[in-house]
């Protein structure tokens, strides 16, 4: 490890300045129990387990699973008619049970789960619909006709499609057709109802989401604008991640291109980031995925806790992390759980710590955003603002620690390093001087500082 001493003052950076400078009045920022969320999957999904990281969920809702593996067929809520998968040759295969969605996602709701249902619209080919009009009407009004928070109360938005561009199935032509029936008849069905885009992105699509622009002229139709970002030095073979800040990839200025799309042409309506996160598994890749790459788990900790920092201090409202639970496979994707085997990782204990902190909290002001010294970030207690938390690191993703002499805008109450296990000791010695500035040693694992004005 590197070691680098800082005596440079902190000046804040007001969140406002961007938005003043623009002529436009910035918009409160969500309480972060109301920005993190994460991906789950149904019958898979333990909300117990999960509580203590989130009470926001975004669920793979399988259009399949309602219409009996026949597209176009009249659904029956609350109940699905036939779960399962499509093995590698296609055939669909059964699991040994049924799915009540009133049970099944009412348990969630009972738990204070909010609830995000992506509708898999796109395990149908734009060529399979046996008539696109009519199915798709039917689906959505049945849809958010039961689901709806005018009726059962279960979900409170619904995505017309998860990455619907994957495989080719969908040209934007093709989405911005089926889009336009489901979202009609999904407003038609419960108006109560957020109606979310698929995953959209801004500039070159990457294969997996629309072009944005499917949705230039349609802002009547949606209430939110959903966007789908790894933070990915390289795709294929070796979909090799990176940390959140590195310049090397445009994470968040990508998202930030998304922003300025909606400030143009869509103002107002809201961007959540529905996809984001890391693999990081205990295995070695089989010999015939040898250029496949994850982190560390403490990367893959530290990268979660930092992406939900820096991407609360953009413009989006929501930010979903993919994914629960992973079976520990070394392969793009399938390792990217904050729990193996439904056993915490240190991402698990990281989040739950993020979550506990600051869910509370809204990010108030960017202190200081140095991508080769520190980020430093202050949170404001959304009832009490002479309560605030500073969230401090070091970003550059070479172990690099750093000496920070910090001007504390208060009285230091305690600090708090970032955790990686079950009941790990997290306190952390600051002493601030008579002028109420303190030397911390920060490191790629956040510290957090609880301060009172």
């Known amino acids: 490890m590197r070691l680098i001493t800082l005596l440079a003052g902190v000046i804040p950076t007001l969140l406002v300045a961007s938005a003043m400078a623009q002529g436009r009045a910035q918009p409160q920022k969500p309480l972060m129990k109301e920005f993190i969320g994460i991906n789950v999957h149904t019958v898979q999904f333990d909300p117990k387990l999960y509580a203590p990281v989130t009470r926001m969920v975004r669920d793979y809702h399988p259009y399949m699973w309602d219409v009996d593996d026949k597209p176009g ?14 093995d590698d040759s296609g055939k669909f295969r059964s699991w040994n049970r049924k799915v009540d969605w009133k049970e099944l996602y009412g348990e969630w709701v009972k738990m204070g789960y909010d609830i995000d249902a992506t509708i898999q619209i796109e395990a149908v080919a734009y060529k399979d619909w046996p008539d696109r009009q009519k199915n798709l009407t039917e689906y959505g009004k049945a849809f958010a006709g039961y689901f709806g928070p005018s009726h059962a109360n279960l979900v409170t938005s ?89 310049p090397r990839f445009r994470f968040i ?22 996809e984001f996160g890391y693999d990081a598994s205990s295995k070695q890749p089989a010999p015939n ?72 909290y809204r990010l108030n002001a960017t202190i200081e955003k140095d991508a080769k010294g520190a980020y430093v970030f202050e949170f404001v207690n959304g009832k009490d603002p002479k309560k605030l938390i ?57 510290l957090y500082i609880w301060i009172e004005k």
């Open 73 to 86: 067929t009249a659904t029956s809520f609350p109940m699905a008619k036939h779960i399962g998968w499509k």
């Open 289 to 360: 995925n040898k250029d496949w790459k994850d982190c560390t788990d403490l990367q893959q900790a530290q990268w979660i806790v930092r992406s939900f920092l820096a991407l609360s201090a953009i413009d989006i409202e929501r930010a979903y992390l993919y994914f629960f639970n992973d079976g520990d496979s070394p392969s793009f994707h399938a390792s990217s759980g904050i729990t193996r085997n439904l056993e915490p990782k240190m991402s698990y204990w990281a989040m739950a710590h993020l979550y506990q902190s600051l869910g509370d």
């Open 158 to 246: 619904a995505e017309i499609g998860n990455e619907p561009a994957g495989n080719k199935k969908y040209t934007p032509e093709q989405y911005k057709e089926v889009f336009r029936i489901m979202a009609r008849a999904l407003r038609e069905g419960d108006p109560k109802l957020k109606i979310v885009s698929c995953a959209v992105q801004a500039g070159k699509a990457d294969g997996y989401c629309q072009p944005i622009d499917v949705l230039k002229g349609e802002s009547a139709l949606y209430d939110v604008i959903n966007l789908h970002q790894y933070a990915l030095l390289k795709g294929w073979p070796s979909f090799e991640r990176t940390f959140p800040e590195d």
């Open 390 to 446: 500073w969230v401090a690191w070091s970003p550059t993703g070479s172990n690099l620690e750093l000496q920070k002499d910090l001007k504390l805008p208060g009285k230091l109450v305690k600090a708090e390093r970032m955790p990686t296990a079950k009941d790990e000791k997290t306190a952390v010695t600051l002493a601030p001087d008579d002028k109420g500035s303190a030397r911390a040693q920060l490191t790629e694992s956040p």
């Open 253 to 274: 200025g990508i998202l930030e291109d998304a922003i300025a799309w909606r400030d143009q042409n869509a103002p107002g309506k809201p961007l959540w980031l529905t």
